[in-house]
């Protein structure tokens, strides 16, 4: 075979030139005055804050007058390529290679040769541009169309190299060298260095559309210069003789490794957990979809379990959340030495788990290898850098049918789990028929909940709050009644749940605030000094910024004055992020209303925090009241929280007070007020009126 121009007198040999970023970064610039190439050093806007002499002759501009002046307005008629070339070099923080034009004052040109590369500190910030200016004809001479060709080809930051047809290298130049490595002009041959799968299809498929086509582009994986696999781009090009025949490939490629390992890793954290590693609810359901599928065709079942920790926020509030995550990553680690190989679990967020199992027989099958799950969980402590701690989980699993979509099986699972929770937690349930049933009457009685509220079904009563001081009625809270067609004058806590699940939350709290606003200005007409309206409001409301701006304008809207509405939190409401909880408390304080936590007692993160929520009464549980007296631990709980109140200046109220002995219990611990069947149940509005001014005999 004739060498063609490029190969003539063998492989092209590399221009070497001086390692100009650390000749610039030496104390000893001094140095570089009297090098036959130009110096120079620009800041981050690329304008040149040192240069040698030999930057002026080349360009024909002063060094006095270029410092300070952008690097490509040396260039002369080419400024603007220049100004281009170093640009996409910033941006791509790679080395630039380029040529411009210099006029010189006696009207001659010179053809100069800029090489630059990124400069950083010690931090690796990148801080400006350090380079070269050659005399173009000292380099290459211009009268040498091969040798050009050659610079051109040497000066790629691709690999291009030519093939004969039995496969062997006869050229390759500089960046096909680094990115082959051991690869030789006339060694054995291109096919060494592809992996199995890309040597077939070479020798097969690309060949064959080479043969046809005339060219062929796509990526194949082969063997590096460190001897591992690296993903290469490569076109291809067929070269023939006279008679047609294929007589070498030439072909350019470019190392698309670090590219396609930086989308790997995009792809894998797009589908996993960042903490755990464990599969995301993204690539669950795509799991959980094909596992289906799988499942109606060879008549097996698939399970999906759904569990959380029981208490975990208590280990984040008590322990720190680094302990948190801790425990997170152990039970992970757990779950994953009782899988089996085709099972799958997943992390959907906070400490809920998913996990999947495939080729499951039947409900016995499902809930042994669910147990099997829960309990590598529970069976021993968990390590933890602040001591043992013994954890439960509440979880539900799901079997599917023929038929059933991902999104219902998880929505099943889920309903289990939260009917273990509801029965206690730290156990097991199976959706089965009846929590079917129960489902389908929530989703039923949502359906219901929405039309009573188009009709105005759903209501207002009121009960009182009695001072055990004074005997005098000090609040009326509201309390929201459903009027049921079917099943009468339902509670609160039949639906405002359910409201809150559904979203009808908000459009039936403003409501009901406002027309308890509306009552309560209607009392202060008719009594010298009306009690404090107290109204309820759910995690929902409170979790909304735009909150406080409905109460405001509410209060405005009906004209009772902000420090007549008190509005109670349930504790649990309380217990997520407590920054979070404060930052909303105190922007309904900045209203000028009092605020009161709900059912204290019952909730495991408030005590804690007590101290910081920026509340004015605590109403203690009715299940502490229940045992008052005859329960000696219901009695020191009672009183641990009537204490704890006022130490920190705030009231305390009794919930479910019934009996004169329970009156008596609570005035001896000092509790401030009471509330409860034994003064009045709840009432409709027509009927408070007597109430308003009525003072008991406590």
């Given amino acids: 075979m004739e060498k063609g121009p490029i190969q003539q007198g063998g492989r092209l040999a590399s221009t070497a030139e001086p390692d100009v970023p650390l000749m610039a970064r030496a104390s000893g610039l001094d140095l570089l005055e009297d090098v036959p190439v130009g110096v120079f050093a620009t800041d981050e806007d690329l304008c040149l804050v040192w240069a040698n002499r030999r930057v002026g002759e080349l360009t024909g501009v002063p060094v006095d007058d270029a410092t300070g002046r952008a690097l490509h307005e040396l260039a002369g008629p080419d400024a603007d390529q220049v ?172 190392d698309m490794t670090d590219r396609r390992r930086v989308e790997a890793a995009w792809a894998h954290r797009a589908l996993h957990d960042p903490l755990t590693g464990l599969p995301n609810r993204a690539l669950l359901l795509d799991h959980l979809e094909k596992a289906l599928k799988r499942s109606s065709r060879d008549g097996t079942q698939v399970a999906l379990l759904f569990f959380d920790v029981d208490r975990f926020k208590l280990v984040n509030d008590t322990r720190g959340h680094d302990v948190g995550d801790d425990l997170l990553c152990q039970i992970a680690d757990r779950i994953r030495t009782v899988l089996r190989p085709h099972d799958l679990v997943a992390r959907l967020g906070g400490d809920e788990f998913v996990v999947l199992f ?133 509670p609160p806590e039949e639906f405002i749940g359910l409201a809150e699940q559904t979203g009808l939350i908000d459009q039936l709290g403003p409501v009901l605030l406002r027309n308890a606003c509306i009552q309560a200005v209607g009392w202060q007409s008719e009594v010298a000094q009306a009690p404090r309206l107290h109204v309820n409001i759910s995690g929902r409301q409170l979790a909304d910024d735009q909150f406080p701006t409905v109460v405001r304008h509410t209060l405005a809207q009906t004209g009772l004055a902000p420090h007549r509405l008190c509005l109670e939190i349930s504790e649990s409401a309380l217990q997520g992020d407590t920054e979070v909880a404060v930052a909303a408390l105190l922007a309904l304080k900045d209203v000028g209303i009092d605020l009161a936590i709900d059912d204290f007692g019952t909730g495991f993160s408030s005590l804690p925090h007590l101290r910081s929520f920026p509340v004015d009464l605590l109403k203690v549980d009715r299940s502490f009241i229940d045992g008052l007296g005859p329960d000696p631990e219901d009695s020191v709980i009672a009183a641990a929280i009537v204490s704890l109140a006022h130490n920190l200046d705030i009231e305390a109220v009794a919930e479910g007070v019934e009996t004169v002995e329970q009156v008596s219990e609570l005035q001896a611990l000092g509790c401030d007020a009471a509330q409860g069947f034994l003064f009045a149940r709840p009432m409709a509005a027509a009927a408070v009126l007597p109430y308003l001014d009525h003072v008991y005999a406590v």
């Fill in 83 to 254: 100004e281009r070339a170093l640009h996409e070099a910033w941006i791509r923080q790679e080395p630039c290679l380029t040529w411009f034009r210099a006029q010189h004052a006696d009207g001659g040109r010179r053809r100069v040769q800029l090489r630059a590369t990124i400069a950083r500190d010690d931090h690796g910030r990148c801080v400006g541009l350090i380079g070269s200016l050659d005399d173009v004809a000292a380099v290459t001479p211009s009268d040498d169309p091969a040798a050009r060709a050659a610079t051109i080809l040497e000066s790629s930051r691709d690999a291009v190299f030519s093939i004969t047809g039995d496969g062997r290298f006869w050229y390759l130049n500089g960046a096909a060298e680094d990115l082959f490595g051991d690869a030789e002009i006339g060694e054995p041959t291109v096919q060494a260095l592809f992996s199995s799968g890309s040597r077939h299809r070479f020798e097969t498929d690309i060949l064959t559309q080479v043969e046809n086509d005339g060219a062929w582009h796509g990526e194949l994986t082969m063997r590096g210069a460190g001897g591992g696999p690296i993903y290469v781009e490569v076109t291809l090009r067929a070269e023939r003789d006279e008679d047609g025949r294929l007589r070498e490939l030439s072909g350019v490629a470019r």
């Fill in 358 to 490: 495939d080729g499951v027989e039947d409900e016995r099958h499902a809930l042994a290898v669910g147990r099997r799950v829960t309990e590598v969980i529970e069976t021993e402590p968990m390590a933890l850098p602040s001591g043992e701690h013994s954890v439960t989980v509440s979880a539900g699993m799901a079997l599917s049918h023929t038929g059933t979509p991902p999104t219902r099986l998880m929505r099943e699972a889920d309903a289990a789990m939260y009917r273990a929770k509801e029965l206690g937690r730290s156990r097991l349930e199976l959706y089965d028929d009846d929590l079917r049933r129960r489902v389908a009457e929530r989703v039923a009685l949502a359906d219901e909940l929405s039309r009573a509220m188009a009709d105005n079904a759903i209501t207002l009563h009121y009960q009182p709050f009695v001072s055990l001081r004074t005997g005098q009625v000090t609040g009326m809270e509201a309390l929201a009644r459903w009027k049921h067609p079917t099943r009468g004058h339902l």
